[in-house]
């Protein structure tokens, strides 16, 4: 079994900035194999695709925070962070990270995630 625990979400100005973290663990849990995927959920909407990381290192983001969200992982610490800049207030929703063998944006596919953390993003 694998746990994801994400922090870091929190109230911010349109144009700001916040840094959530996850924080994976498991008995057997190799994190460097593992791709790590973040997603979202405003009311009243789907669970949408923000970015992934792969075990490898490279990174991939959805069109609507290309250039102001970054994903970055520490394998040593079992961390993946994401830090996210130039806030607007679509931004607004829980933030998830997932885990995954296989690379995908879909949520659907991913085995394990996060309980979220909450991110508002005032006007």
């Known amino acids: 079994q694998v746990q994801l625990v994400e922090s870091g979400g929190g109230l911010v100005q349109a144009g700001g900035s916040l840094r959530l973290s996850c924080a994976a663990s498991?008995?057997?849990?190799?994190?460097?194999?593992?791709?790590m995927g973040w997603f979202r959920q405003a009311p009243g909407k789907e669970r949408e695709f923000v970015g992934y990381i792969s075990r490898g290192g490279s990174t991939y983001y959805a069109d609507s925070v290309k250039g102001r969200f970054t994903i970055s992982r520490d394998n040593a610490k079992n961390t993946v962070l994401l830090q996210m800049n130039s806030l607007k207030s679509e931004d607004t929703a829980v933030y998830y990270c997932a885990t995954d063998r296989v690379l995908r944006v879909t949520a659907s596919g991913y085995e394990y995630w996060g309980q979220g953390t909450q991110v508002t993003v005032s006007s």
């Open positions: 498991g008995r057997s849990f190799s994190f460097a194999t593992y791709n």
